[in-house]
């Protein structure tokens, strides 16, 4: 089993920057994705950005150039700059294993207003 742990949400002006940090209760050596999405109200949930285990990333076209993903030991960051109200979601850390059940944290609510 492994708890996904996020925190850095919050609200913030059009234009601003927040960083999401997931830490994984365990440290792991692969897996297959490890990552965010996000879910808007009234809307499903959708990938946001994630690390690929097989090497690179993947990101959301919404979100490209503007939202930074990287790692460090047993925790996922999400750097998000130049936000806009439409990036308002829960977002939320995932993990998929090279075996084994995904992984979904409990959400953190990012809010940017106009």
């Known amino acids: 089993q492994v708890q996904l742990v996020e925190s850095g949400g919050g609200l913030v002006q059009a234009g601003g920057s927040l960083r999401l940090s997931c830490a994984a209760s365990?440290?792991?050596?692969?897996?297959?994705?490890w990552g965010w999405y996000r879910q808007a109200p009234g809307k499903e949930r959708e990938l946001a950005a994630v690390?690929?285990?097989?090497?690179g990333t993947n990101y959301a076209d919404s979100v490209k150039g503007r939202f930074t993903i990287f790692s460090a030991k047993n925790t996922v960051y999400l750097q998000m700059n130049s936000l806009k109200p439409e990036d308002t979601a829960v977002y939320y850390c995932?993990?998929?294993?090279?075996?084994?059940?995904?992984?979904w944290g409990q959400g953190t609510q990012v809010t940017v207003s106009s």
């Open positions: 690390i690929l285990g097989a090497g």
């Open positions: 365990r440290s792991f050596f692969s897996y297959n994705a």
């Open positions: 995932y993990l998929k294993p090279i075996i084994g059940q995904e992984y």
